[in-house]
T-cell receptor
Framework: GQQVMQIPQYQHVQEGEDFTTYCNSS?????IQWYKQRPGGHPVFLIQ?????EVKKQKRLTFQFGEAKKNSSLHITATQTTDVGTYFC??????????FGGGTRLMVKP | GAVVSQHPSRVICKSGTSVKIECRSL??????MFWYRQFPKQSLMLMAT?????????EQGVEKDKFLINHASLTLSTLTVTSAHPEDSSFYIC???????????FGQGTRLTVV
């Protein structure tokens, strides 16, 4: 079945440093979504990418979808303590089924 | 955005008892809901897909007789952990695909502790 791998598993950064998490699927995706889960909370939808090579930005967050639609990345510029949490990618290749990556837990030192 | 409400948020039960967790889509109809289990600092593990009016589809390794899923209406799915044991202690989260059929909306999660 479809597998979605996400790296790194953990990342410690100093506040102000950049952060990137990468997501790779074993199969071509119809779309990829990104979610953020704050400590003690539940995952919250951030964005969806559909087109090959698509790039979307949300303030300091930049999301990319690879040309082959099998990989994606989330880049945070100048991290802040409010960015702390676990970032999950989730790939979809048919219907409503989402396959989640393992998540990247971001810790930001003030 | 769409709202998915999950109840209870926390529950402590004795070994051998059963616990029911409810997941409701408050402002939209959800023909399909998903149940996940999350261990501390780990990813979401899909347990089963709940389909309104039909049997749930369980992932490999998930005991369907232990984790009973009922999706009796378009806005409610329930997960019952039967004969709970301490190893069932975990964070259980439900989700539903929103009305625009794009992103998933998650319930607040239920932290189950079996003592």
């Amino acid at each position: 079945g479809q597998q979605v791998m996400q790296i790194p598993q953990y990342q410690h950064v100093q506040e102000g440093e950049d952060f990137t998490t990468y997501c790779n699927s074993s199969t071509t995706l119809s779309n990829i979504q990104w979610y953020k889960q704050r400590p003690g909370g539940h995952p919250v939808f951030l964005i969806q990418l559909v087109k090959s090579g698509e790039v979307k930005k949300q303030k300091r967050l930049t999301f990319q979808f690879g040309e082959a639609k099998k990989n994606s990345s989330l880049h945070i510029t100048a991290t802040q303590t409010t960015d702390v949490g676990t970032y999950f990618c989730a790939g979809s290749n048919a219907g409503n089924m989402l396959t989640f990556g393992g998540g990247t837990r971001l810790m930001v030192k003030p | 955005g769409a709202v998915v409400s999950q109840h209870p948020s926390r529950v402590i039960c004795k070994s051998g008892t059963s616990v029911k967790i409810e997941c409701r889509s408050l402002d939209f109809q959800a023909t399909t809901m998903f149940w996940y289990r999350q261990f501390p600092k780990q990813s979401l593990m899909l347990m089963a897909t709940s389909n309104e009016g039909s049997k749930a589809t369980y992932e490999q390794g998930v005991e369907k007789d232990k984790f009973l899923i009922n999706h009796a209406s378009l806005t409610l799915s329930t997960l019952t952990v039967t004969s709970a044991h301490p190893e069932d202690s975990s964070f259980y989260i439900c989700s539903a695909i929103g009305p625009l059929n794009t992103e998933a909306f998650f319930g607040q999660g239920t932290r189950l502790t079996v003592v």
